[in-house]
């Protein structure tokens, strides 16, 4: 009802569960402080926004607006009022050339409605559902793609900057090889720790590809879901931003102590192989995750004796987020982490360990 009031008032209704958008160049909530450009982005997810905006920043583009709708927005009984608003106000943008539209897998009904919203625009549009939509519609001006890395990439492009694929990931065959035979013949499993919803939920996506069995809080099949979200079990995703871990507490990209706890609690157990992580920046995040996280991770690796974890990440932000992008990776990169530039290179990269861990075992 909200957002149809607002729709008549031609008004944006954010929400509910959103907390990111940049409004001519004004970030709101968990956001990033990226250049402006020419890319304008309409979002059903926080943490899918942050990543492209801060990819799109880091390839030498830029970002015209960037709306976020909330994370329900186009579900069947909302029907996606605030997307179809969002995209209309981007077409008629005359500072956005390159429209970017983003969402966890829709509602069926809502996704064709997206679609048909979208051929009808002259400008081109780069959509990511993070899924396989069977999407019928092909013109030259829509691009459908998987990852956020692959959306931000084909905006890039799309926007007319020059710039190189990003790789699968950062680590060659010779250190590949290294990091799968540093493990003992106990660890053979990942154990993902997400603050944000999408990129767990982009994980499982990628991660299913070649791992049979992936368990979850926010399973893509519900006999995957964790009975027991407290306790890991084989291959674990888990999005620590979920209802089941924030009640009664602040949200884990402003504190990180529960998400510390669990990474010295897998890394504990003789069968954890990867501890996958992200690390968001922004306004509204930690003041300074990086050295929360870091002492955390030194005390993982002391109580993980002859078992040691290898820990995976990447830092969603730029250099001019308050906390510093450089800053941040650098002492993350001094306690060992292994730092991608995406969460697509860190999920790939820990793809690519799993499956050489299991071929060593077979």
Not at 24 to 53: C, D, E, H, R, Y
Not at 70 to 84: F, H, K
Not at 101 to 128: H, Q, R
Not at 179 to 194: D, F, K, P
């Amino acid at each position: 009802i909200l957002k149809k009031n607002a729709l008549t008032r031609k008004l944006l209704m954010m929400g509910p569960d959103c907390g990111t958008a940049i409004v001519n160049g004004v970030p709101l909530g968990f956001a990033n402080k990226v250049k402006k450009g020419n890319i304008g982005i309409v979002a059903a997810s926080g943490t899918g926004l942050q990543q492209v905006s801060c990819l799109i920043d880091r390839w030498g583009g830029g970002v015209s607006q960037a709306i976020g709708t909330g994370g329900r927005d186009l579900n069947a009984d909302v029907g996606g009022i605030t997307m179809m608003f969002g995209i209309d106000a981007l077409v008629a943008d005359r500072n956005t050339s390159v429209i970017v539209v983003i969402s966890k897998p829709p509602s069926p009904k809502v996704a064709e409605a997206i679609f048909k919203k979208v051929s009808t625009s002259a400008k081109p549009v780069v959509v990511n559902f993070l899924s396989d939509t069977g999407n019928s519609t092909s013109t030259k001006l829509i691009k459908e793609t998987k990852t956020l890395e692959e959306t931000a990439y084909t905006a890039v492009c799309l926007a007319g900057i020059d710039v190189e694929a990003p790789a699968r990931h950062l680590v060659t065959p010779a250190e590949l090889g290294s990091l799968t035979n540093s493990l003992s013949g106990t660890q053979r499993y990942l154990r993902a720790i997400y603050s944000g919803g999408t990129f767990g939920f982009e994980a499982i996506t990628i991660l299913s590809e070649s791992l049979e069995k992936i368990h979850s809080t926010t399973p893509l099949s519900p006999e995957d879901s964790l009975s027991d979200p407290w306790q890991s079990k084989g291959h674990t995703v888990l999005d620590l931003g979920s209802d089941v871990f924030t009640r009664g507490r602040p949200h884990p990209m402003i504190d990180h102590s529960l998400r510390n706890k669990r990474m010295i609690q897998e890394a504990k157990d003789p069968e954890t192989a990867i501890i996958l992580l992200d690390i968001v920046l922004g306004f509204g995040s930690h003041q300074n995750p990086a050295k929360d996280m870091a002492a955390a991770i030194t005390q993982a690796r002391e109580v993980a004796t002859g078992h040691e974890p290898i820990f995976i990440g990447f830092v969603c932000g730029t250099n001019a987020d308050p906390q510093k992008l450089i800053m941040q990776e650098k002492m993350l990169s001094d306690v060992g982490v292994l730092l991608m530039e995406s969460n697509a290179q860190a999920v790939r990269l820990t793809g690519d360990i799993i499956s050489g861990l299991e071929a060593k075992m077979a």
